[in-house]
């Protein structure tokens, strides 16, 4: 299982970001994909995740409104897109796998992980 993130930079406030998660070397249609963002000195916390077998997304609570999750038509990449972005949404945004289809968003179910990419909001 290997996921590898992109497209995070330094953004304005107000701006959107699509961030990219490729996955590559398992069987997607049994596995959950999730989006998790981390800030110096907290722990991972769950942005919104994805049932890649029937396309099910689900969303941190009171992220749904800035925050979408999608996949391309070949379950190759998961997308996170931001829009509206906050000085707050500052953190390292990292894409998590687990096996099986119940909608989780705790980090400690999730045991493959990328590498993180870090997104960065300017005022």
């Known amino acids: 299982v290997q996921l590898v993130e992109s497209g995070g930079g330094l953004v304005r406030a107000g701006g959107s970001l699509s961030l990219s998660c490729a996955l590559t070397?398992?069987?997607?249609?049994?596995?959950?994909i999730a989006w998790f963002r981390q800030v110096p000195g907290d722990g991972r916390r769950g942005v919104a995740g994805?049932?890649?077998?029937?396309?099910?997304?689900y969303y941190g609570v009171s992220l749904r409104d800035r925050f979408t999750i999608s996949t391309d038509d070949a379950k190759t990449t998961v997308f996170l897109r931001i829009k509206g972005l906050k000085a707050e949404d500052t953190a390292v945004y990292f894409c998590?796998?687990?096996?099986?289809?119940?909608?989780?968003?705790?980090?400690?179910?999730?045991?493959?992980w990328g590498q993180g990419t870090q997104v960065t909001v300017t005022s």
């Open positions: 070397e398992f069987p997607v249609d049994d596995y959950q």
């Open positions: 994805i049932n890649m077998k029937f396309g099910y997304t």
């Open positions: 998590a796998a687990r096996r099986g289809q119940e909608h989780r968003l705790g980090p400690s179910d999730f045991p493959y």
